[in-house]
């Protein structure tokens, strides 16, 4: 299942938020004008919902600009060095988003006429608006997820087509890390990449949420990310998810593949003037942000166990900063509704997302599974 969207079908206005809740929605961090007090909602739709923190707008505010589109923005520059570094490539592009920096990959592998392999609920294909297909003319080759989010080896290995006109020609394997908050093994990444050059395929990952899954995997975490990042020829990391920037993605690889990205980025309308003032988010993000997705991970425990044993609920034990649950019949879609009459916002009908972030504490937490617990137990 998709980072993004937790069952098919199910768009974020489902059970989403209007905009006097999205107002009353009142973070954690201090850093927000919002008046309204901070329990007002707890909003566990997507860890996108963060706001800049102060000392975050304080690194924005501060930062050195120049004009992006000639190459001339200090702090844009800066992160982009630093990012390329972090992640063991010689290159790297600040890129508006999740979708344009795996839109760019994607167009940057493949030509007119090819074709990636992709999981059937990654984000790179269900939930880009199709965007490789459109925009790039590049075909997407589905395959079906095991229980633990990868691609098994035998279904990449049969999906990759034979050199024979009837066929589009395979390019690309893309992998998501985490996928719907399920951290793949190193092992894995290792033997699908291998499989792909094996084949004379490229790699991408959609690390989207890269960093949550090196913290989980334990240890130092910029190590970890940057072993999670060495077997593709491309990944990207975005800073607008549990990071807590307010913009912005980042896409590594080669500098011959970073350059041909840099292209379409300009193609894509993703050129940006001073776009130093988001780059100093995103460093702040990498500089303060990343060892503490262990808070997200460890509430998401939290979260989990004070939903378990409730009849007619099912939960999947989190590996990162997503719980998902099961809804019986009986309760969905209310229970989704009653949550937000509650001021708890999740998406899904029957089965539910929750995603803790940066702007939601302990105390959030356990106002989510009391409202739970009231609902079920009515
Ligand atoms: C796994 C994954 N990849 C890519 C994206 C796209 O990111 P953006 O919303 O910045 O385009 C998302 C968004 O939620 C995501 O969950």
Redesign the pocket.
């Known amino acids: 299942m ?3 969207y937790p069952a098919a079908g199910v768009r974020p206005g489902d059970v989403g938020m209007t905009t006097s809740d999205r107002r009353a929605s009142a973070p954690r961090n201090a850093a927000t004008p919002s008046s309204r007090p901070a329990e007002s909602v707890v909003d566990l739709r ?1 860890d ?1 919902v963060t706001r800049p923190t102060a000392a975050m707008r304080a690194a924005m505010a501060a930062a050195d600009v120049g004009d992006d589109v000639f190459g001339d923005d200090p702090s844009v520059n800066a992160l982009q060095e630093r990012i390329a570094a972090l992640l063991g490539k010689e290159a790297a592009l600040f890129v508006t ?4 920096g ?1 839109l760019v990959a994607v167009m940057s592998h493949c030509a007119r006429g090819d074709e990636y392999l992709v999981g059937q609920s990654a ?2 294909y269900r ?2 608006a199709g965007g490789a297909a459109v925009l790039g003319s590049v075909q997407p080759q589905p395959i079906e997820h095991q229980a633990d989010g990868t691609l098994a080896l035998d279904a990449i290995a049969a999906a990759i087509k034979p050199d024979d006109s009837h066929f589009a020609c395979t390019r690309l394997l893309c992998l ?1 890390n985490t ?1 719907g908050g399920k951290v793949m093994s190193l092992r894995y990444l290792e033997d699908a990449t291998a499989l792909a050059r094996s084949r004379g395929l490229a790699t991408h990952l ?1 690390g ?2 890269l960093f949550n899954a090196a913290v989980a995997l334990g240890g130092d975490p910029f190590e970890q990310a940057q072993a999670i990042a060495a077997p593709f020829d491309s990944v ?1 990391v ?1 800073f ?2 549990g990071l807590g920037a307010p913009v912005g ?1 980042a896409l590594v690889g080669s500098r011959e593949l970073i350059g041909r990205a840099h292209r379409l980025r300009k193609m894509l309308g993703g050129g940006l003037r001073q776009a130093g003032i988001l780059a100093a988010a995103a460093s702040h993000a990498l500089d303060h942000h990343v060892a503490r997705l262990a808070d997200d991970h460890a509430l998401a425990a939290r979260l989990a166990e004070g939903l378990q044993g409730l009849d007619g609920l099912t939960v999947d034990p989190p590996q990162t900063n997503m719980v998902f649950v099961s809804v019986d019949s009986a309760y969905a879609p209310g229970l989704a509704l009653h949550l937000k009459e509650h001021g708890v916002l999740v998406t899904g009908l029957d089965r539910l997302r929750f995603v803790t972030h940066l702007d939601v504490d302990a105390a959030g937490i356990d106002r989510a599974i009391a409202a739970v617990r009231a609902a079920m137990t009515a």
């Open positions: 998709s980072d993004a997507s996108t988003s999740g979708t344009q795996n984000h790179t939930y880009e998501e996928l959609d989207a949420r990207s975005c607008s998810k993605s």
